[in-house]
Protein backbone atom coordinates (compact mmCIF):
# COMPACT_ATOMS: atom_id res chain seq x y z
CA UNK A 1 0.00 0.00 0.00
CA UNK A 2 2.96 2.38 1.02
CA UNK A 3 4.03 1.58 -2.86
CA UNK A 4 0.82 2.25 -4.34
CA UNK A 5 0.89 5.58 -2.45
CA UNK A 6 3.84 6.82 -3.02
CA UNK A 7 3.34 6.32 -7.03
CA UNK A 8 0.45 7.84 -6.53
CA UNK A 9 1.34 10.89 -5.14
CA UNK A 10 4.96 11.15 -7.01
CA UNK A 11 3.33 10.91 -10.63
CA UNK A 12 6.65 9.12 -11.33
CA UNK A 13 6.40 7.04 -14.72
CA UNK A 14 9.12 4.62 -13.61
CA UNK A 15 7.71 4.00 -9.95
CA UNK A 16 4.37 4.09 -11.38
CA UNK A 17 5.02 1.55 -13.72
CA UNK A 18 6.95 -0.91 -10.90
CA UNK A 19 3.89 -0.40 -8.63
CA UNK A 20 1.74 -1.44 -11.40
CA UNK A 21 3.57 -4.41 -11.55
CA UNK A 22 3.85 -5.12 -8.18
CA UNK A 23 -0.19 -5.14 -7.15
CA UNK A 24 -2.89 -7.49 -7.17
CA UNK A 25 -5.42 -7.26 -9.29
CA UNK A 26 -8.54 -4.98 -9.30
CA UNK A 27 -8.88 -1.22 -8.29
CA UNK A 28 -5.07 -0.41 -7.38
CA UNK A 29 -3.97 -1.98 -10.88
CA UNK A 30 -6.80 -0.05 -12.68
CA UNK A 31 -6.00 3.23 -10.45
CA UNK A 32 -2.33 3.06 -10.95
CA UNK A 33 -2.61 1.76 -14.53
CA UNK A 34 -4.39 5.14 -15.14
CA UNK A 35 -1.78 7.27 -13.58
CA UNK A 36 0.84 5.68 -15.46
CA UNK A 37 -0.89 6.92 -18.17
CA UNK A 38 -1.54 9.71 -17.29
CA UNK A 39 2.29 10.45 -15.86
CA UNK A 40 3.80 9.38 -19.13
CA UNK A 41 1.33 11.29 -21.56
CA UNK A 42 0.35 14.64 -19.69
CA UNK A 43 1.33 17.37 -20.73
CA UNK A 44 1.22 16.60 -24.65
CA UNK A 45 -1.56 17.93 -26.97
CA UNK A 46 -3.21 18.65 -23.33
CA UNK A 47 -5.26 21.56 -25.16
CA UNK A 48 -6.88 19.21 -27.71
CA UNK A 49 -6.89 16.00 -25.85
CA UNK A 50 -10.16 16.26 -23.73
CA UNK A 51 -11.76 17.76 -26.98
CA UNK A 52 -11.29 14.53 -29.01
CA UNK A 53 -11.99 11.90 -26.29
CA UNK A 54 -14.97 13.22 -25.65
CA UNK A 55 -15.72 13.61 -29.65
CA UNK A 56 -14.61 9.92 -29.97
CA UNK A 57 -17.20 8.95 -27.08
CA UNK A 58 -20.51 10.57 -28.72
CA UNK A 59 -20.74 7.54 -30.79
CA UNK A 60 -21.66 5.18 -28.30
CA UNK A 61 -25.17 6.38 -27.21
CA UNK A 62 -27.76 4.29 -26.47
CA UNK A 63 -29.41 4.22 -30.22
CA UNK A 64 -25.61 3.20 -31.48
CA UNK A 65 -25.69 0.03 -29.55
CA UNK A 66 -29.41 -1.05 -30.52
CA UNK A 67 -29.09 -0.25 -34.37
CA UNK A 68 -25.45 0.05 -35.62
CA UNK A 69 -22.92 -1.58 -33.39
CA UNK A 70 -21.10 -4.29 -35.89
CA UNK A 71 -24.00 -4.02 -38.50
CA UNK A 72 -23.78 -0.17 -39.27
CA UNK A 73 -21.85 2.61 -40.12
CA UNK A 74 -22.35 5.58 -38.23
CA UNK A 75 -21.22 9.11 -38.90
CA UNK A 76 -21.52 12.25 -35.93
CA UNK A 77 -21.03 15.42 -37.41
CA UNK A 78 -19.17 18.32 -35.15
CA UNK A 79 -22.63 20.01 -34.85
CA UNK A 80 -23.90 17.05 -32.99
CA UNK A 81 -26.05 15.86 -35.75
CA UNK A 82 -25.53 11.80 -36.64
CA UNK A 83 -26.34 9.24 -39.59
CA UNK A 84 -26.52 5.68 -39.97
CA UNK A 85 -25.22 3.84 -43.23
CA UNK A 86 -26.34 0.52 -43.75
CA UNK A 87 -23.75 -1.93 -44.51
CA UNK A 88 -25.21 -5.73 -44.07
CA UNK A 89 -28.79 -5.09 -45.15
CA UNK A 90 -30.60 -2.44 -47.51
CA UNK A 91 -31.60 -0.34 -44.69
CA UNK A 92 -34.89 -2.06 -44.96
CA UNK A 93 -33.98 -4.81 -42.91
CA UNK A 94 -32.97 -7.50 -46.31
CA UNK A 95 -29.67 -9.17 -45.89
CA UNK A 96 -26.62 -8.10 -48.82
CA UNK A 97 -24.51 -10.92 -49.70
CA UNK A 98 -21.28 -10.96 -48.28
CA UNK A 99 -17.49 -11.82 -49.96
CA UNK A 100 -16.40 -15.79 -49.09
CA UNK A 101 -14.48 -16.25 -46.78
CA UNK A 102 -10.88 -16.06 -46.66
CA UNK A 103 -8.71 -18.66 -46.69
CA UNK A 104 -6.72 -19.56 -43.51
CA UNK A 105 -3.40 -18.62 -45.45
CA UNK A 106 -1.93 -16.75 -47.90
CA UNK A 107 -4.12 -14.19 -48.05
CA UNK A 108 -3.34 -10.35 -48.82
CA UNK A 109 -4.60 -7.64 -46.19
CA UNK A 110 -4.42 -3.70 -46.98
CA UNK A 111 -1.30 -2.74 -49.02
CA UNK A 112 0.67 -0.51 -46.57
CA UNK A 113 3.62 0.18 -48.48
CA UNK A 114 6.90 1.49 -47.48
CA UNK A 115 9.59 3.43 -49.04
CA UNK A 116 12.52 1.41 -50.53
CA UNK A 117 15.27 4.65 -49.90
CA UNK A 118 16.84 5.38 -46.94
CA UNK A 119 14.80 5.90 -43.47
CA UNK A 120 14.37 10.03 -42.53
CA UNK A 121 14.72 10.99 -39.42
CA UNK A 122 12.88 8.76 -36.44
CA UNK A 123 9.45 10.28 -35.33
CA UNK A 124 11.16 10.32 -31.37
CA UNK A 125 13.91 12.90 -33.20
CA UNK A 126 11.01 15.14 -34.90
CA UNK A 127 9.16 15.18 -31.46
CA UNK A 128 12.02 15.98 -29.40
CA UNK A 129 13.58 19.11 -31.39
CA UNK A 130 10.22 20.83 -30.37
CA UNK A 131 8.57 19.19 -27.19
CA UNK A 132 5.93 21.70 -27.39
CA UNK A 133 4.23 21.17 -30.73
CA UNK A 134 1.09 18.58 -31.19
CA UNK A 135 0.79 15.36 -32.60
CA UNK A 136 -0.64 16.93 -35.92
CA UNK A 137 2.31 18.83 -36.82
CA UNK A 138 4.92 16.36 -36.03
CA UNK A 139 3.29 14.21 -38.27
CA UNK A 140 3.45 16.19 -41.08
CA UNK A 141 6.95 17.55 -40.73
CA UNK A 142 7.92 14.29 -40.91
CA UNK A 143 5.13 14.23 -44.42
CA UNK A 144 7.30 16.84 -45.72
CA UNK A 145 10.74 16.06 -45.18
CA UNK A 146 12.22 15.20 -48.49
CA UNK A 147 13.69 12.16 -47.39
CA UNK A 148 11.72 8.75 -47.71
CA UNK A 149 10.88 7.24 -44.40
CA UNK A 150 11.15 3.32 -44.06
CA UNK A 151 9.24 1.23 -41.67
CA UNK A 152 10.01 1.07 -38.12
CA UNK A 153 8.65 0.85 -34.87
CA UNK A 154 7.47 4.69 -34.65
CA UNK A 155 5.76 4.73 -38.04
CA UNK A 156 5.93 4.30 -41.70
CA UNK A 157 5.67 6.90 -45.16
CA UNK A 158 2.53 4.82 -46.90
CA UNK A 159 0.85 4.58 -50.24
CA UNK A 160 -1.82 2.69 -52.20
CA UNK A 161 -1.54 0.47 -54.81
CA UNK A 162 -4.25 1.71 -56.75
CA UNK A 163 -6.82 4.45 -55.56
CA UNK A 164 -10.16 3.83 -54.09
CA UNK A 165 -11.76 3.30 -57.81
CA UNK A 166 -9.39 0.92 -58.11
CA UNK A 167 -8.24 2.97 -61.51
CA UNK A 168 -4.25 3.59 -60.86
CA UNK A 169 -2.02 4.67 -58.51
CA UNK A 170 -1.27 7.53 -56.45
CA UNK A 171 2.89 8.39 -55.44
CA UNK A 172 1.59 10.78 -52.72
CA UNK A 173 2.64 9.43 -49.47
CA UNK A 174 1.18 9.21 -46.39
CA UNK A 175 2.53 8.76 -42.35
CA UNK A 176 0.77 6.65 -40.35
CA UNK A 177 1.82 6.82 -36.71
CA UNK A 178 1.69 3.70 -34.99
CA UNK A 179 0.59 3.35 -31.57
CA UNK A 180 0.07 6.75 -31.26
CA UNK A 181 -1.81 6.76 -27.94
CA UNK A 182 1.41 6.32 -26.86
CA UNK A 183 3.31 8.91 -27.95
CA UNK A 184 0.35 11.83 -28.18
CA UNK A 185 -2.07 12.91 -25.43
CA UNK A 186 -4.75 13.11 -27.82
CA UNK A 187 -4.73 9.89 -29.18
CA UNK A 188 -4.22 8.52 -26.03
CA UNK A 189 -7.92 10.60 -25.01
CA UNK A 190 -9.52 8.96 -27.96
CA UNK A 191 -8.54 5.61 -26.72
CA UNK A 192 -9.52 5.91 -23.59
CA UNK A 193 -13.11 7.91 -24.47
CA UNK A 194 -13.99 4.71 -26.43
CA UNK A 195 -12.27 2.07 -23.84
CA UNK A 196 -14.78 3.88 -21.06
CA UNK A 197 -17.49 2.88 -23.54
CA UNK A 198 -16.23 -0.64 -24.69
CA UNK A 199 -14.84 -1.97 -21.26
CA UNK A 200 -12.26 -3.60 -23.34
CA UNK A 201 -8.41 -2.97 -24.84
CA UNK A 202 -8.40 -0.38 -27.97
CA UNK A 203 -5.22 0.45 -30.01
CA UNK A 204 -4.72 3.89 -31.91
CA UNK A 205 -2.97 4.89 -35.41
CA UNK A 206 -2.56 8.67 -36.54
CA UNK A 207 -2.79 9.30 -40.50
CA UNK A 208 -1.46 12.27 -41.45
CA UNK A 209 -1.89 12.57 -45.64
CA UNK A 210 -0.89 15.28 -48.42
CA UNK A 211 -4.55 16.43 -50.51
CA UNK A 212 -5.35 14.28 -53.10
CA UNK A 213 -3.33 11.37 -51.33
CA UNK A 214 -4.34 7.88 -50.51
CA UNK A 215 -2.47 5.59 -47.49
CA UNK A 216 -3.88 2.42 -48.21
CA UNK A 217 -5.85 0.42 -50.78
CA UNK A 218 -9.82 0.10 -50.24
CA UNK A 219 -9.85 -2.75 -47.63
CA UNK A 220 -11.60 -4.53 -44.54
CA UNK A 221 -10.33 -4.69 -40.61
CA UNK A 222 -10.57 -7.51 -38.52
CA UNK A 223 -11.37 -5.11 -36.05
CA UNK A 224 -14.32 -2.22 -35.86
CA UNK A 225 -12.89 1.46 -35.93
CA UNK A 226 -14.05 4.94 -34.59
CA UNK A 227 -12.28 7.74 -36.80
CA UNK A 228 -12.02 11.17 -35.70
CA UNK A 229 -10.88 13.91 -37.64
CA UNK A 230 -8.52 16.61 -36.52
CA UNK A 231 -7.63 18.45 -38.87
CA UNK A 232 -8.13 19.10 -43.11
CA UNK A 233 -11.05 16.96 -44.88
CA UNK A 234 -10.99 13.39 -45.42
CA UNK A 235 -13.44 11.51 -48.27
CA UNK A 236 -14.56 8.13 -46.46
CA UNK A 237 -15.85 5.28 -49.35
CA UNK A 238 -17.92 2.33 -48.21
CA UNK A 239 -17.95 -0.29 -50.21
CA UNK A 240 -20.28 -3.08 -49.04
CA UNK A 241 -19.53 -6.08 -46.94
CA UNK A 242 -16.33 -8.44 -47.23
CA UNK A 243 -17.46 -10.99 -43.84
CA UNK A 244 -19.22 -10.24 -41.22
CA UNK A 245 -17.91 -9.94 -37.71
CA UNK A 246 -14.28 -11.60 -39.16
CA UNK A 247 -12.85 -12.29 -35.99
CA UNK A 248 -8.94 -10.58 -34.96
CA UNK A 249 -6.09 -11.89 -36.56
CA UNK A 250 -7.73 -13.62 -39.55
CA UNK A 251 -6.12 -13.16 -42.80
CA UNK A 252 -8.00 -10.73 -45.19
CA UNK A 253 -8.47 -10.45 -49.06
CA UNK A 254 -8.46 -7.54 -51.20
CA UNK A 255 -12.09 -6.75 -52.70
CA UNK A 256 -13.13 -8.00 -56.25
CA UNK A 257 -12.71 -5.91 -58.89
CA UNK A 258 -15.99 -5.84 -59.77
CA UNK A 259 -16.96 -4.25 -56.32
CA UNK A 260 -14.68 -1.28 -56.51
CA UNK A 261 -15.72 -1.02 -60.28
CA UNK A 262 -19.33 -0.75 -59.36
CA UNK A 263 -18.64 2.23 -56.66
CA UNK A 264 -19.36 2.72 -53.47
CA UNK A 265 -22.66 2.40 -51.25
CA UNK A 266 -21.40 5.21 -48.99
CA UNK A 267 -19.48 8.20 -49.50
CA UNK A 268 -18.91 10.57 -46.49
CA UNK A 269 -16.48 13.86 -45.82
CA UNK A 270 -15.51 13.90 -42.76
CA UNK A 271 -14.16 17.85 -41.27
CA UNK A 272 -12.76 18.55 -38.47
CA UNK A 273 -14.33 17.12 -35.01
CA UNK A 274 -16.47 14.63 -37.18
CA UNK A 275 -16.53 10.98 -36.14
CA UNK A 276 -16.98 7.78 -37.81
CA UNK A 277 -17.29 4.17 -36.80
CA UNK A 278 -16.73 1.74 -39.77
CA UNK A 279 -17.77 -2.24 -38.19
CA UNK A 280 -15.57 -5.09 -38.88
CA UNK A 281 -15.72 -6.55 -42.22
CA UNK A 282 -16.47 -3.45 -44.40
CA UNK A 283 -14.30 -2.61 -47.62
CA UNK A 284 -13.12 1.29 -47.41
CA UNK A 285 -10.87 3.92 -48.81
CA UNK A 286 -10.25 7.37 -47.95
CA UNK A 287 -8.71 9.74 -49.33
CA UNK A 288 -7.59 13.42 -48.35
CA UNK A 289 -9.63 16.32 -50.10
CA UNK A 290 -8.17 18.33 -52.48
CA UNK A 291 -9.95 20.97 -52.12
CA UNK A 292 -9.60 21.56 -48.87
CA UNK A 293 -6.17 23.22 -48.75
CA UNK A 294 -4.41 22.01 -46.22
CA UNK A 295 -3.20 18.04 -45.62
CA UNK A 296 -5.77 15.76 -43.04
CA UNK A 297 -5.13 14.40 -40.04
CA UNK A 298 -7.32 11.99 -38.47
CA UNK A 299 -7.02 9.37 -35.26
CA UNK A 300 -8.28 5.73 -35.77
CA UNK A 301 -9.33 3.63 -32.48
CA UNK A 302 -9.57 -0.37 -33.18
CA UNK A 303 -11.78 -1.87 -30.97
CA UNK A 304 -9.02 -5.31 -30.23
CA UNK A 305 -11.72 -7.82 -29.77
CA UNK A 306 -10.72 -11.01 -28.12
CA UNK A 307 -12.39 -14.24 -29.31
CA UNK A 308 -13.47 -14.38 -25.60
CA UNK A 309 -15.09 -11.70 -25.53
CA UNK A 310 -17.65 -12.43 -28.29
CA UNK A 311 -20.67 -15.14 -28.06
CA UNK A 312 -18.55 -18.10 -29.08
CA UNK A 313 -16.50 -17.27 -25.71
CA UNK A 314 -19.84 -16.69 -23.74
CA UNK A 315 -20.64 -20.40 -24.50
CA UNK A 316 -17.36 -21.65 -24.12
CA UNK A 317 -17.69 -20.46 -20.49
CA UNK A 318 -21.34 -21.74 -20.13
CA UNK A 319 -19.88 -25.41 -21.35
CA UNK A 320 -16.50 -24.87 -19.35
CA UNK A 321 -17.47 -28.67 -18.38
CA UNK A 322 -18.43 -30.39 -21.54
CA UNK A 323 -16.30 -32.41 -23.71
CA UNK A 324 -12.98 -30.82 -25.70
CA UNK A 325 -15.18 -32.02 -28.93
CA UNK A 326 -17.99 -29.52 -27.72
CA UNK A 327 -15.68 -26.68 -27.68
CA UNK A 328 -13.66 -27.90 -31.00
CA UNK A 329 -17.49 -27.63 -32.52
CA UNK A 330 -17.89 -24.21 -31.57
CA UNK A 331 -15.04 -22.67 -33.31
CA UNK A 332 -15.79 -25.05 -35.98
CA UNK A 333 -19.53 -23.77 -36.53
CA UNK A 334 -18.31 -19.91 -35.64
CA UNK A 335 -16.38 -19.83 -38.84
CA UNK A 336 -19.48 -20.06 -41.12
CA UNK A 337 -21.87 -18.25 -38.04
CA UNK A 338 -21.81 -14.36 -37.35
CA UNK A 339 -23.72 -14.99 -34.78
CA UNK A 340 -21.13 -16.97 -33.07
CA UNK A 341 -18.43 -14.37 -33.59
CA UNK A 342 -20.80 -11.34 -32.44
CA UNK A 343 -19.55 -9.05 -29.33
CA UNK A 344 -20.63 -10.21 -26.51
CA UNK A 345 -20.07 -6.61 -24.91
CA UNK A 346 -23.15 -4.84 -25.31
CA UNK A 347 -24.48 -7.99 -22.90
CA UNK A 348 -22.21 -6.90 -20.63
CA UNK A 349 -23.08 -3.31 -19.72
CA UNK A 350 -25.61 -1.84 -18.53
CA UNK A 351 -27.71 -0.05 -20.91
CA UNK A 352 -26.07 -1.29 -23.94
CA UNK A 353 -29.13 -3.55 -25.55
CA UNK A 354 -27.95 -6.38 -27.99
CA UNK A 355 -28.87 -9.96 -29.27
CA UNK A 356 -30.35 -12.11 -26.04
CA UNK A 357 -28.83 -15.42 -25.63
CA UNK A 358 -31.33 -17.36 -26.95
CA UNK A 359 -31.27 -15.68 -30.59
CA UNK A 360 -27.36 -16.25 -30.81
CA UNK A 361 -28.73 -20.23 -29.17
CA UNK A 362 -31.07 -20.73 -32.27
CA UNK A 363 -28.09 -19.47 -34.64
CA UNK A 364 -25.46 -21.55 -33.14
CA UNK A 365 -27.55 -24.39 -32.58
CA UNK A 366 -28.21 -24.22 -36.10
CA UNK A 367 -24.66 -23.93 -37.68
CA UNK A 368 -23.30 -26.78 -35.77
CA UNK A 369 -26.44 -28.64 -37.06
CA UNK A 370 -25.26 -27.81 -40.60
CA UNK A 371 -21.23 -28.81 -39.99
CA UNK A 372 -20.17 -32.34 -40.86
CA UNK A 373 -17.26 -33.74 -40.01
CA UNK A 374 -14.29 -31.08 -39.57
CA UNK A 375 -10.46 -31.11 -38.16
CA UNK A 376 -9.76 -28.21 -35.52
CA UNK A 377 -6.06 -26.81 -35.01
CA UNK A 378 -6.38 -27.25 -30.97
CA UNK A 379 -3.85 -24.98 -30.11
CA UNK A 380 -5.94 -22.33 -31.65
CA UNK A 381 -8.47 -23.76 -29.60
CA UNK A 382 -6.54 -23.92 -26.64
CA UNK A 383 -5.46 -20.00 -27.01
CA UNK A 384 -9.34 -19.43 -27.24
CA UNK A 385 -10.34 -21.34 -23.82
CA UNK A 386 -7.16 -19.55 -22.13
CA UNK A 387 -9.34 -18.34 -19.61
CA UNK A 388 -11.20 -20.84 -18.97
CA UNK A 389 -8.97 -22.73 -15.95
CA UNK A 390 -9.24 -26.63 -15.79
CA UNK A 391 -9.93 -27.26 -19.23
CA UNK A 392 -7.18 -29.26 -20.85
CA UNK A 393 -6.85 -29.08 -25.22
CA UNK A 394 -4.61 -31.14 -26.73
CA UNK A 395 -2.35 -29.01 -29.18
CA UNK A 396 -2.28 -31.67 -31.88
CA UNK A 397 -5.03 -32.37 -34.57
CA UNK A 398 -9.08 -32.55 -33.04
CA UNK A 399 -10.92 -34.32 -35.20
CA UNK A 400 -15.05 -33.99 -34.85
CA UNK A 401 -17.71 -35.82 -36.83
CA UNK A 402 -21.35 -35.33 -37.36
CA UNK A 403 -21.92 -36.82 -33.71
CA UNK A 404 -20.11 -34.53 -31.90
CA UNK A 405 -21.66 -30.92 -33.92
CA UNK A 406 -25.14 -32.65 -32.99
CA UNK A 407 -24.03 -33.12 -29.20
CA UNK A 408 -22.70 -29.39 -29.53
CA UNK A 409 -26.26 -28.43 -30.97
CA UNK A 410 -27.69 -29.90 -27.92
CA UNK A 411 -25.46 -28.63 -25.09
CA UNK A 412 -25.58 -25.40 -26.74
CA UNK A 413 -29.65 -25.32 -26.63
CA UNK A 414 -29.06 -26.24 -23.15
CA UNK A 415 -26.11 -23.66 -21.88
CA UNK A 416 -27.53 -21.98 -18.71
CA UNK A 417 -25.58 -17.89 -19.88
CA UNK A 418 -26.19 -16.42 -17.07
CA UNK A 419 -24.68 -13.91 -14.70
CA UNK A 420 -21.78 -16.25 -13.92
CA UNK A 421 -20.74 -16.71 -17.63
CA UNK A 422 -20.58 -12.65 -17.76
CA UNK A 423 -18.84 -11.95 -14.51
CA UNK A 424 -16.29 -14.26 -16.22
CA UNK A 425 -16.28 -11.61 -19.41
CA UNK A 426 -16.05 -9.27 -17.64
CA UNK A 427 -13.16 -10.21 -15.65
CA UNK A 428 -10.87 -11.03 -19.47
CA UNK A 429 -12.49 -7.50 -21.01
CA UNK A 430 -10.94 -6.20 -17.64
CA UNK A 431 -7.83 -7.90 -18.06
CA UNK A 432 -7.73 -6.96 -22.04
CA UNK A 433 -8.30 -3.69 -20.87
CA UNK A 434 -5.36 -3.00 -18.17
CA UNK A 435 -3.17 -4.78 -20.63
CA UNK A 436 -3.77 -1.89 -23.25
CA UNK A 437 -3.88 0.71 -21.09
CA UNK A 438 -0.44 -0.48 -19.31
CA UNK A 439 1.63 -1.25 -22.93
CA UNK A 440 0.71 1.72 -23.77
CA UNK A 441 2.43 3.67 -21.21
CA UNK A 442 5.51 1.33 -20.83
CA UNK A 443 6.46 1.97 -24.03
CA UNK A 444 6.12 5.59 -23.81
CA UNK A 445 8.59 4.82 -20.51
CA UNK A 446 10.86 2.99 -22.89
CA UNK A 447 10.76 5.59 -25.99
CA UNK A 448 11.99 7.71 -22.65
CA UNK A 449 9.51 10.91 -24.47
CA UNK A 450 8.59 13.54 -22.43
Avoid at 413 to 432: I, L, N, P, W
Wanted: proline share 7%; net charge negative.
Amino acid sequence: MALLQDAMETRDAVALAHAWACAAPGDDAERLGDALSLAVLGGLDGAAAGDIGARAALVGDASFWRRDWERNARVVAAAGSAATLPCFDDGAGARRPAAPRPPPAGALGPTLAAAAAPPGPSLATVRDADPGRDACDCAFDVLRRPAPVAEGADYVRASCARDGAGLGGGAAASVVVLGADARFRCAAEARRAVQRVLRVGCSVNLYATPPGAQALDAHYDDHCVFVVQLRGRKRWRLYGPALECPTLHEATLPPPPELLRRGADHAVTLAPGDVLYVPRGVYHAATACEDAGSDSAHVTVGVDLDPALTWRGAFHAALRDAAVATHACLRRAAETSPALRRACLPALMDAAPGPTAAAVKSAAAAALRACGSAVVDGSALADDVASLAGLAVPRGAIAVGAADFADAARAVEGAVVDASVFASRRAVARAVLDESAALSAFYRVLGGGA
